[in-house]
């Protein structure tokens, strides 16, 4: 068997069974399924580097989710602080703007 150590959706034990294959899975703390997601939001983003994939994409977002959940921070919460910081901060990334340099 290989290992992983990783965090993974919750229906993936069911689909590697459905295959005939097996698998071991441990079910962890909110506090350590964190640290797991935290490191997942590294893996998803190497995944969408690489092949630029709207599937990616959207899996980042739903890691970018959860860890919000686990950091006590709702959906709603979440965009909202967003929309805040965009008003705050002068919009989003709409215009394309690259800042080249800027003195101190």
């Not at 990616?56 to 979440?78: F, H, K, N, P, S």
Request: with cysteine; hydrophobic share 35%.
């Amino acid at each position: 068997m290989k290992t992983y150590e990783k965090a993974i959706r919750d229906a993936i034990p069911a689909i590697i069974r459905a295959e005939g294959k097996q698998c071991v899975v441990k079910q962890v703390s909110d506090v350590e399924f964190l640290r797991y997601m935290e490191s997942k939001l590294f893996e998803e983003l190497h995944e969408y580097s690489e092949t630029k994939s709207t599937e990616e994409l959207a899996d980042l977002l739903e890691v970018i989710y959860r860890v919000a959940e686990l950091r006590q921070t709702g959906r709603d919460e979440l965009e909202m602080i967003r929309k805040k910081k965009c008003e705050e901060r002068g919009g989003g990334f709409k215009e394309n703007l690259i800042l080249v340099s800027a003195e101190e």
